[in-house]
């Protein structure tokens, strides 16, 4: 204290307060915080996020920051909700509005296990939330007599879309003892070649169509998911791998307004699927998906509990020789962070 009272002690003082109020003012004249309005998690300073429920906390709040973002991308574009999909549809605005459909739907849900990549590089693999989670799973003991074709025990994995090509089933069979499959494709007549003879009794294939309603007698026929589901005693799927070139969008849509009406919980419905491997397509192909579309369509997803988590643009759009377009397919991982059933939130 009697460094203050000397005459130095008390204009070193004099300034420091001045410096004090010189910041103050000066903040309050500064625009509102870009940060001010965003859900930030709660943390104690110098504790790191330790446990399964803090982490999840903290990617629902840095996801939640990305939809105000992703809201006021979209209403500061002057074609806002005629926005462009791809720059190059739109070149009077390139330059001054550069981004693609995909810049307003980061992956900003972190998954809080192990993420890994599964299947063959390139086309065909998939990114798996918790892969070590679903590998912990042990085989379901009524299985001693033999692998049942339908139920709910162990891991249900849906495959959509095979195409010939099977390497990520292959890898998941190997790997989680207690996977089984469901795959579905009315463009090919079996598994690809990767699945080993020795998996085949985890494994159910049909030449069947997913789409937005069931017509049994087409040939191939076509179902909606929903109706799979049942056909399989099926109430809840683990995994769902979904490929089907454009149909995603009206397949989801039966699916959501299927879910929607037998909910029978409080609030919003919750989708009984725990994670979503999906290529999305947009382009000439689907003709009717526009940016106010995929955006309903993403965020009605979103309300019923799906979370982006990871995403992966193919370039073979851009890539393939004489062929050069936008990005127009992209895979992205969702996993449904309001599920109770899910075993990934399980501690
Ligand atoms: C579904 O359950 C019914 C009634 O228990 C049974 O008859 C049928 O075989 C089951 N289907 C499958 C695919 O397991």
Not at 96 to 102: E, G, N, S, V
Not at 152 to 160: A, P
Not at 222 to 240: G, P, S
């Amino acid at each position: 204290m009697t460094f203050l009272r000397s005459p130095q002690g008390r204009a070193v003082a004099t300034i420091v307060v001045l410096i004090f109020f010189i910041a103050v003012l000066h903040n309050n004249a500064e625009e509102e915080s870009y940060l001010h309005s965003f859900p930030l998690p709660q943390r104690a300073s110098g504790r790191r996020f330790a446990g399964l429920r803090e982490r999840m906390a903290l990617s629902e709040s840095a996801w939640k920051k990305s939809v105000q973002l992703r809201g006021r991308m979209a209403e500061s574009h002057p074609s806002n909700p005629q926005i462009p999909l791809f720059p190059a549809q739109s070149l009077d605005q390139f330059g001054k509005y550069p981004y693609t459909l995909w810049d307003f739907f980061p992956p900003t849900w972190t998954c809080p296990h192990d993420v890994q990549r599964i299947g063959r590089l390139g086309d065909g693999g998939k990114w798996v939330c918790g892969m070590s989670v679903y590998e912990s799973i042990p085989i379901p003991t009524t299985w001693m007599r033999g692998v049942p074709t339908g139920g709910q025990e162990g891991v249900v994995i849906y495959s959509f879309g095979i195409n010939g090509e099977s390497s990520f089933e292959a890898e998941m069979f190997e790997r989680i003892p207690s996977a089984r499959i469901w795959g579905y494709d009315f463009s090919v007549d079996a598994w690809g070649k990767q699945i080993a003879s020795k998996y085949h009794d985890r494994a159910f294939f049909k030449k069947v169509g997913v789409g937005k309603t069931d017509e049994p007698a087409k040939s191939p026929p076509f179902y909606t998911l929903q109706t799979l589901m049942a056909q399989n005693n099926h109430t809840y799927m683990d995994i769902l791998k979904i490929d089907v070139e454009g149909s995603e969008y009206v397949s989801f849509d039966s699916v959501m307004d299927y879910f929607t009406s037998a909910w029978r919980g409080n609030g919003d419905a919750v989708l009984p699927i725990g994670q979503i491997m999906i290529e999305i397509h947009v382009g000439d192909d689907q003709k009717g998906i526009d940016f106010k579309r995929f955006r309903k369509w993403w965020e009605r997803l979103e309300s019923m509990g799906m979370r982006p988590t990871w995403m992966e643009v193919n370039l073979m759009a851009m890539t393939i020789p004489d062929h050069k377009t936008d990005p127009r397919c992209t895979e992205y991982v969702l996993v449904n962070a309001r599920d109770g059933n899910n075993v990934l939130w399980q501690e």
